[in-house]
């Protein structure tokens, strides 16, 4: 389901890069609840690391929320 926004978003990497990076971190809760657990692992570090580049705050996986993610995309973010 997070696929097709994400092949999509990847036409234009660095023009949609905010939606990747939440869109990731959502695709890790989703592997997460279906137990993917190593997978989700790897989308969170991926969002994390995407969300350090976007906005230069380092911060750990486990202090930051969906909040923390929506407010980088500007329709969310409202």
Known sequence: MANGP?????????AHKNEITRTTFLKGHLLEATGRIQKAS???IVARRLRKKITQEDRDMNSLTTED???IVAFWAR
Do not use: G, R, V
């Open 42 to 44: 790897i989308a969170f």
């Open 69 to 71: 993610f929506n407010e």
């Open 6 to 14: 994400l092949d999509a978003w990847s036409a234009d990497s660095s």
